[in-house]
């Protein structure tokens, strides 16, 4: 348990140690300058003052709801029902549905990607074969720098590390990770063997992939007029529905894919995507707007990924529409922290993980005594649940019930779920994914 909650803390230290380089004074200054952006936003929508969210300290007066019994009932739109009110009976029809469900996640949660984004020009700036651990692995340094003739003021270059088998005779599957790439932090003690994420791929003959986010799209409201959304509006303040953060990311990781159809080392149709708890937002975000990405395994999302945002518990809507959160998220999603609330959301995490169907995705979550419940993994696990009617629709197999299972247990279909015994991390779940995308990347 020690180490679990170790490797939870090192998580939220790599999270933060983008921010933590900046002084105080810079700190300050982005706070303010996102405050700005909110207020624009707000004007632009005609909102004059939000519900404040709930604090994820459960010692304080306006603590977040963490008791099941103080759930109140809620509805939930059906991903198998058009607005129209026709439900969907066939594949065929689901097909008409998803790209309905798609546009109401542009317009109102994570925003439109701009129809004329510049080009990405892929480039290796390193290549060496060397161990990680005891394994022989090829590691390359790729920068995907974004043409920017059309705005120079506004410079993006992606950063993407590609491992794979030295020994490799074929195209090998690669899970994309949104993450940081410090490299391997431990491989051996005693006699005992713990690998790391990255080595436990690799002897298992995949390859991983790491692209950075912060060198698509900055984590804060301050950095909206620069990186991928700067350039594309050419230093503009966004609309109501341009694309926000996730959607960036996601955006960059579809780029990544454009890179590996050219890696004769990568097999682009076996290609996985993964992330933690923000990036774990992101992933899911990914999968759900990219058709190439075979798998997806998504860790302690919360809310604005696999939770159910209809349901009061954790993390809240009017969190997320903060002046905090809300670059993650098209502008029009703020209007449900105030006027809207959201019981007036069209959709919700069970349509993000249907518009993935048929395409297996794996649920992450730690244990509440060690995470704790802000993310609310039962939430996350009826985003998975929910989503069953329409991967049986299209002939794969759902969770099986709607009964949060003991930490722990794996719930397997082609959507799973398993709440592991650690922290704020997707360490402890590793093997039982890698274990799960077997059937679907083993040939």
């Not at 519900?51 to 304080?60: D, F, I, M, T």
């Not at 439109?112 to 390193?126: K, T």
């Not at 993407?160 to 090998?172: E, H, M, Q």
């Amino acid at each position: 348990m020690l180490k679990l909650i170790i490797a939870s803390l090192l998580m939220r230290m790599s999270v933060n140690l983008v921010q933590a380089q900046f002084s105080q004074q810079a700190r300050d200054s982005i706070n303010k300058l996102s405050y700005n952006d909110h207020q624009q936003m707000l004007g632009q929508l005609g909102i004059t003052s939000l519900r404040p969210g709930p604090s994820g300290n459960p010692q304080s007066p306006d603590a977040a709801n963490t008791d099941e019994t103080k759930v109140q009932p809620y509805f939930l739109p059906d991903p198998l029902v058009f607005n129209s009110g026709h439900r969907v009976k066939t594949p065929q029809e689901w097909k008409q549905r998803r790209t309905e469900i798609r546009e109401i996640f542009d317009r109102e949660i994570y925003g439109r990607v701009p129809e004329n984004i510049p080009a990405v020009n892929w480039r290796v700036i390193s290549e060496k074969d060397t161990l990680d651990g005891d394994i022989p692995v090829t590691i390359k340094k790729l920068e995907g720098v974004v043409d920017n003739s059309s705005y120079p003021e506004v410079e993006v270059v992606m950063q993407l590390t590609v491992g794979t088998p030295v020994d490799a005779r074929k195209s090998v599957p690669v899970i994309l990770e949104f993450g940081f790439d410090w490299g391997g932090r431990f491989s051996r003690q005693g006699n005992s063997e713990e690998l790391t994420w990255k080595q436990q791929l690799l002897q298992k003959g995949w390859g991983y992939a790491i692209l950075v986010p912060w060198t698509i799209q900055a984590d804060n409201g301050a950095g909206l007029r620069q990186g991928i959304i700067g350039l594309a509006n050419k230093g503009e303040n966004r609309k109501p529905d341009d694309w926000g953060a996730l959607r960036a990311w996601a955006w960059g990781a579809s780029k990544a894919i454009d890179y590996f159809e050219t890696d004769p080392e990568v097999d682009v149709a076996r290609i996985g995507i993964e992330g933690m708890s923000r990036y774990g937002k992101a992933a899911l975000v990914a999968m759900a707007y990219e058709p190439r990405i075979a798998i997806g395994f998504i860790g302690s999302s919360g809310a604005g990924g696999a939770k159910i945002l209809h349901r009061v518990f954790g993390e809240q809507v009017e969190n997320l529409a903060s002046s905090a959160e809300y670059h993650w998220f098209a502008g029009n999603f703020i209007k449900y922290a105030g006027p809207l609330t959201q019981e007036d959301l069209p959709v919700d995490a069970h349509h993000l993980v249907a518009i993935c169907a048929p395409r297996p995705v794996f649920i992450s979550s730690g244990s509440a005594a060690v995470e704790g419940q802000w993310v609310d993994a039962k939430g996350m696990f009826l985003g998975g649940a929910m989503a069953g009617p329409v991967y049986e629709l299209l002939g794969k197999q759902s969770m099986r019930t709607m009964h949060f299972p003991q930490q722990e247990t794996l719930v397997d279909g082609d959507v799973a779920f398993r709440q592991h015994e650690g922290g704020h991390t997707n360490t402890p779940n590793w093997p039982h994914f890698i274990k799960f995308a077997e059937r679907y990347l083993e040939r």
